[in-house]
């Protein structure tokens, strides 16, 4: 799925242009939750590799 193809389909529904904006928001959030998930996930491996 190309990027012109999304343009378009955007373009022709005109409304769903917020939903558009909402979806790239809400993955931008997931993947900072991930990012910051795992960092809190490695700094207690490394904590409990430190206590072993």
Not at 12 to 27: C, E, K, N, Q, S
């Amino acid at each position: 799925m190309s990027f012109g193809s999304v343009n378009a389909t955007v373009l022709a529904a005109g409304d769903a242009r917020p939903v558009v904006l909402i979806a790239l928001a809400v993955i931008l959030a997931v993947s900072l939750i991930g990012a910051f998930t795992a960092r809190v996930l490695n700094e207690r491996a490394r904590r409990t590799r430190r206590w072993r």
